[in-house]
C-alpha cells in the first residue's frame, strides 16, 4: 500500500520545464519539458495525459503518456498499450504492451544502471 506523504502527483493541466528530482512513487499527469532524476527504490508513472520532452531516470518507469527522449530506468519499464516512446529505452527489463507505440532503440542491461540521484 501506498502511504499518502509518500506519493507525488502532478496533475493534468501542469506544465514543468527544468529540472525535477523526486522520490517515492510520482504520478505524472502533465506536460514535462527537461530532466526528471528521481532517487533510487523509486518508481515514476507517466500517465496516460503526459507528454515528456527530455531524459527520464527513475528505479521504475511505466509509461502510459508519451516520451520523446531519453527513458533509463535501474530496474524496470513497462510501456502500456497505451504508451508512445520516441527516443532510447535502458534498463534491465523492459516490458512492451501489445498496442504500445515505439520508435527509437532498446538497451537493455543484466545489471542496475547507475543513472539516479542518491
Known amino acids: 500500500m501506498i502511504e499518502e506523504h ?7 493541466n501542469t506544465e514543468i520545464e527544468g529540472k525535477l528530482t523526486i522520490d517515492s512513487v510520482t ?12 532517487k533510487n527504490s523509486s518508481m515514476l508513472i507517466l500517465a496516460a495525459t503526459s507528454v515528456v520532452e527530455g531524459k527520464v531516470f527513475a528505479d521504475k518507469i511505466i509509461i ?14 513497462t ?13 534491465p527489463q523492459v516490458e512492451v504492451e501489445i498496442g504500445a507505440w515505439i520508435d527509437g532503440s532498446f538497451i537493455s542491461s543484466p545489471k542496475p544502471l547507475a ?3 542518491s
Open 64 to 77: 502510459d503518456g508519451f516520451v520523446r527522449g531519453e527513458v533509463i530506468a535501474q530496474t524496470k519499464i
Open 115 to 117: 543513472t539516479s540521484v
Open 6 to 12: 509518500s506519493l507525488n502527483i502532478i496533475a493534468e
Open 79 to 91: 510501456v502500456t498499450s497505451q504508451g508512445r516512446v520516441s527516443g532510447k529505452i535502458q534498463a
Open 27 to 38: 504520478r505524472f499527469h502533465g506536460k514535462f519539458k527537461g530532466e526528471i532524476h528521481a
